[in-house]
């Protein structure tokens, strides 16, 4: 009786100690399921910043991109290619900017035009903008005309030739006088006196290579 006892209870302690062995199985899977659980959503939350940080920069790359390119559209609008004489007396043709005078965002833009004398326009200073002259009539069939100006353009710079002298050193140690030799350059009209203006422009008769007259004119959109 007492051995059947013994066994009956080595019996329940091995049962108890099985028990006990799964139990703690099943507490370390269960751990190990949160473990894993908690690990899936921290990588989950580090691929959302990752991919939040990635969008941050991309849309601040397109900000950036849209913001250069209303700059260079503005530049476009309200620029033009010009010749520029340098200081070694060489012309260069250079993108000119020129910040417009009319009212109203973006309701003008720049055009630089090319015509032969005469013009065949009536230039006038404006009623509402102070300094600025602005083409007032047209002879039709012109070649301002035929250039493409029209009425209501505002001249913002044309070519001016001026007759300078220039020296040798030869001629400077022997007391000469010089050669007289043009200048062709780019005369801004902004809030020039009139009669400068219209001087400016019939100078270009002067231009020995009889290039054509060359302005800058801003119109209304």
């Known amino acids: 009786f ?4 013994s066994l009956g209870y080595a019996s329940s302690i091995d049962r108890f100690k099985v028990k006990l062995f799964e139990q703690k199985q099943q507490s370390a899977d269960e751990t190990a399921r949160k473990l894993k659980k908690e ?9 959302q910043f990752e991919q939040a940080k990635r969008d941050v920069i991309l849309r601040e790359e397109k900000e ?3 913001i250069l390119e209303e700059k260079k559209n503005q530049r476009l609008r ?5 010749p520029i004489l340098k200081g070694d007396g060489n012309t260069v043709v250079e993108q000119v900017d020129f910040p ?17 004398l005469p013009l065949g326009i009536i230039l006038g200073e ?15 069939g012109s070649n301002g005309e035929s250039a493409g100006i029209i009425v209501g353009d505002i001249l913002r710079a044309c070519t001016a030739c001026q007759v300078t002298m220039t020296q040798p050193t030869w001629q ?4 000469g006088i010089g050669q007289p030799q043009t200048k062709r350059f780019m005369f801004s009209a902004d809030k020039r ?11 270009n008769r002067m231009d020995p290579n009889d290039q054509p007259l060359c302005l800058v004119i801003e119109r209304k959109c």
């Open 2 to 5: 007492l051995e059947r006892n």
């Open 39 to 47: 690990a899936e959503k921290l990588r989950l939350e580090v691929l």
């Open 64 to 66: 950036k991109e849209v």
């Open 78 to 82: 309200y620029s033009a290619k010009v």
């Open 100 to 116: 417009p005078v009319m009212p109203g965002k973006e309701s003008s833009r720049i055009f630089a035009i090319e015509a032969s």
């Open 126 to 140: 404006h009623e509402q903008i102070p300094g600025a002259v602005q083409v007032d009539e047209m002879v039709e």
């Open 172 to 175: 400077l140690i022997v007391g």
């Open 193 to 203: 006196p009139f009669e400068e203006i219209m001087d400016a422009i019939g100078s």
